[in-house]
């Protein structure tokens, strides 16, 4: 099973998100990043998201982080 964290920001301006504590022995994993170029937009197998419990949503984008 995998916790998700799915961030939107419709606004014209980027947002530094907190996020919560992903479960214990886990750590989140972009999966989707609608601001990146493709191929990096979809990982399915999900890349490592930056350390430090934030993540930076750009404007007008979608984020989907999984834990694992």
């Given amino acids: 099973d995998n916790d ?3 961030i ?3 606004s014209e ?3 530094i998100v907190d996020l919560c504590d992903p ?5 989140w994993h972009r999966a989707v990043d609608t601001a990146l170029d493709a191929p990096e937009d979809i990982i399915p197998d999900g890349a490592q ?3 430090g419990g ?3 949503c750009d404007s ?3 984020v989907v982080l999984l834990s694992r």
Avoid: L, T
Wanted: charged share 30%; no cysteine.
């Fill in 60 to 62: 007008r984008s979608m």
């Fill in 49 to 51: 998201a930056a350390e």
């Fill in 8 to 10: 939107y920001n419709a």
């Fill in 13 to 15: 301006e980027g947002v």
């Fill in 4 to 6: 998700f964290v799915i």
């Fill in 54 to 56: 934030e993540y930076r």
């Fill in 23 to 27: 479960p214990e022995g886990k750590q």
